[in-house]
């Protein structure tokens, strides 16, 4: 069975300019997490799609941040402008079934590879 | 609020040697406790997950954690590490069905 996959593994852009990451999770997991970590700090969590829909975006930093996912499969993630602090690595994960809406609600989580993004 | 503290930042350790990565975390209800392994180049890994039963947790490649509810500690061990566990290693509660990370200990075994 595949993993989750990411692409592109790196991405290097100037400041200013669009970049959109991809994100494919394991078939037939409806939920869909994107992570970020910054140089030197914790990975941060960013949102949770429950198939097509956004369960919970309060981790994303800012408006130029975009989350899509399409039909409830494959998730991109736009940065518009890009500026110089969006640099890190951005980690996608899935996970089978509802995860719940209670804190204790959990299902495992699976990562991809992750892409680092290199913001000039 | 949850949080997660991973106390070292930087472990090194000999090939053989035992070897404990520290995290202490807070939370206001019960929790849900993890260890996550990034080897170079690739993504973060499961270790081992502590949801609830036994306090003492068995993960792969001969790693293990204790839940220390009094001390709010899940800290990892392993009696003999290899050269091939060198890696980063993330300690992470579970909330509302995101996890919430420590900052990562790099651990490196050296021959």
């Known amino acids: 069975e595949a993993g989750v996959t990411q692409f592109p593994s790196h991405s290097v852009i100037e400041k200013g300019q669009t970049v959109t990451l991809r994100c494919d999770p394991i078939?037939?997991?409806?939920?869909l997490y994107w992570y970020r970590r910054v140089m030197g700090k914790e990975i941060k969590f960013l949102l949770h799609f429950v198939k097509e829909s956004k369960q919970d975006e309060s981790g994303m930093p800012n408006n130029r941040f975009l989350a899509e996912r399409t039909g409830g499969t494959y998730s991109t993630l736009k940065v518009q402008p890009a500026e110089l602090e969006d640099s890190g690595v951005y980690f996608c994960?899935?996970?089978?079934?509802?995860?719940?809406?209670?804190?204790?609600?959990?299902?495992?989580?699976?990562f991809g590879p992750g892409t680092r993004l290199t913001v000039l | 609020a949850q949080s997660v503290t991973q106390l070292d930042s930087q472990v090194p350790v000999f090939e053989e040697a035992p070897v404990e990565l520290r995290c202490n975390y807070s939370s206001s209800v019960s929790v849900y406790l993890f260890w996550y392994v990034q080897y170079p180049n690739q993504g973060l890994q499961l270790l081992l997950k502590?949801?609830?039963?036994?306090?003492l947790v068995k993960g792969i490649n001969g790693f293990e954690a204790e839940f220390n509810k009094s001390q709010t500690s899940f800290h990892l061990r392993k009696p003999s590490v290899h050269i091939s566990d060198t890696a980063e290693y993330f300690c992470a509660v579970a909330f509302g069905g995101k996890l919430i990370f420590g900052q990562g200990t790099e651990l490196s075994v050296k021959p």
């Open positions: 502590y949801l609830s039963g036994s306090t």
């Open positions: 994960a899935s996970s089978q079934g509802a995860s719940g809406r209670g804190p204790l609600a959990y299902n495992e989580q699976f």
């Open positions: 078939s037939g997991h409806d939920n």
